[in-house]
């Protein structure tokens, strides 16, 4: 089969520039990977990601990354290179067969693999931790499902917010094999896919906690700001801002374990048998939809 290899001189100078000059990561774990392929599932906080994540594997893996279609669509003259660099576009939150049928085919080359961000947008890494079971909900199946087809391993990748040449930090889980959480790779089952799901997101959370202890100092936060821009420079009100989750994230956790007690399901009236600010309460009932309408993900 024909392999779609990047230039290795330029994997490499990519790798140089961007990867140890301009952000100097320094990967930790990577003796975890000991398969010829994957396919790489990092989480996601920043544009850079993806960046980064080709910038440290294509040197070393025939690799192709999944970018969100929404970039073709908004940077149609940029994006007529990125298959240039092995990347392609994907509909977020929802698999579409002739999207994913040709990386499918390459797959199953034994030594090709690929990169996709399962949760499709931003997340912060604090939310993603403390509000995991509400996150679970979000993280759409299609990584999941990509690796039970293909039958590839799955690498939970941990990348923190990255700081322009500030120490960065990636950190490589133990593989996930689709086998055991899923029974047939011809039939594919929401349930299994969900059990799949969660082991992933089990097993971030773990290297974000184990995080600093590891590189001996705290992760990067989550970087505040005033407007929230993604990738195809289209600017977010504050309602889609995770910033807005994290400024509350106690009193959610609060009207989260109040709700759990009463089962009262109205936002205000949870919140007029708490101390919690009007404010407060306003942020927690938009958060109420966060992870219905993905509100913390652009």
Same mark, same amino acid.
């Given at each position: 089969?024909?392999?779609?290899?990047?230039?290795?001189?330029?994997?490499?100078?990519?790798?140089?520039?961007?990867?140890?000059?301009?952000?100097?990561?320094?990967?930790?774990? *990577?003796?975890?990977?000991? +398969?010829?392929?994957?396919?790489?599932?990092?989480?996601?906080?920043?544009?850079?990601?993806?960046?980064?994540?080709?910038? /440290?594997?294509?040197?070393?893996?025939?690799?192709d990354?999944?970018?969100?279609?929404?970039?073709?669509?908004?940077?149609? &003259?940029?994006?007529?290179?990125?298959?240039?660099?092995?990347?392609?576009?994907?509909?977020?939150?929802?698999?579409?067969?002739?999207?994913?049928?040709?990386?499918l085919?390459?797959?199953k080359?034994?030594?090709?693999?690929?990169?996709?961000?399962?949760?499709?947008?931003?997340?912060?890494?604090?939310?993603?931790?403390?509000?995991?079971?509400?996150?679970?909900?979000?993280?759409?199946?299609?990584?999941?499902?990509?690796?039970? *087809?293909?039958?590839?391993?799955?690498?939970?990748?941990?990348?923190?917010?990255?700081?322009?040449?500030?120490?960065?930090?990636?950190?490589?889980?133990?593989?996930?094999?689709?086998?055991?959480? &899923?029974?047939?790779?011809?039939?594919?089952?929401?349930?299994?896919?969900?059990?799949?799901?969660?082991?992933?997101?089990?097993? /971030?959370?773990?290297?974000?906690?184990?995080?600093p202890?590891?590189?001996d100092?705290?992760?990067?936060?989550?970087?505040?700001?005033?407007t929230?821009?993604?990738?195809?420079?289209?600017?977010?009100?504050?309602?889609?801002?995770?910033?807005?989750?994290?400024?509350?994230?106690?009193?959610?956790?609060?009207?989260?374990?109040?709700?759990?007690?009463?089962?009262?399901? +109205?936002?205000?009236?949870?919140?007029?048998?708490?101390?919690?600010?009007?404010?407060?309460?306003?942020?927690i009932?938009?958060?109420?939809?966060?992870?219905?309408?993905?509100?913390?993900?652009?």
């Amino acid at each position: 089969m024909e392999k779609h290899v990047i230039n290795p001189a330029l994997a490499r100078f990519v790798n140089l520039l961007y990867a140890r000059l301009l952000y100097d990561v320094t990967e930790y774990q *990577k003796d975890n990977l000991t +398969d010829s392929s994957y396919i790489f599932a990092p989480n996601h906080s920043s544009n850079l990601d993806g960046y980064i994540i080709w910038a /440290l594997l294509a040197k070393d893996y025939d690799i192709d990354v999944f970018m969100y279609k929404e970039f073709w669509d908004n940077f149609p &003259t940029i994006s007529k290179f990125l298959p240039l660099f092995n990347v392609y576009p994907i509909t977020r939150d929802k698999i579409h067969p002739n999207e994913i049928l040709t990386e499918l085919k390459k797959l199953k080359d034994p030594n090709h693999s690929l990169v996709i961000f399962p949760q499709g947008r931003h997340v912060a890494p604090e939310i993603m931790s403390r509000l995991e079971e509400y996150h679970l909900k979000t993280i759409p199946y299609g990584a999941f499902y990509i690796s039970t *087809k293909s039958d590839k391993p799955l690498v939970p990748v941990f990348i923190e917010p990255l700081e322009l040449g500030n120490n960065n930090t990636v950190i490589y889980g133990t593989p996930l094999y689709p086998q055991d959480f &899923t029974t047939s790779k011809r039939v594919v089952r929401k349930d299994e896919l969900k059990e799949f799901t969660s082991a992933w997101l089990e097993e /971030l959370n773990t290297l974000y906690q184990q995080a600093p202890s590891l590189i001996d100092r705290s992760v990067h936060e989550y970087h505040i700001k005033k407007t929230y821009s993604d990738a195809s420079g289209l600017r977010y009100k504050a309602l889609q801002d995770p910033n807005r989750v994290i400024t509350y994230m106690d009193e959610i956790e609060e009207l989260i374990e109040l709700h759990q007690e009463t089962g009262i399901t +109205d936002i205000s009236k949870l919140g007029e048998s708490t101390n919690i600010s009007s404010s407060a309460v306003d942020t927690i009932s938009d958060v109420n939809n966060v992870y219905r309408k993905c509100l913390v993900r652009h």
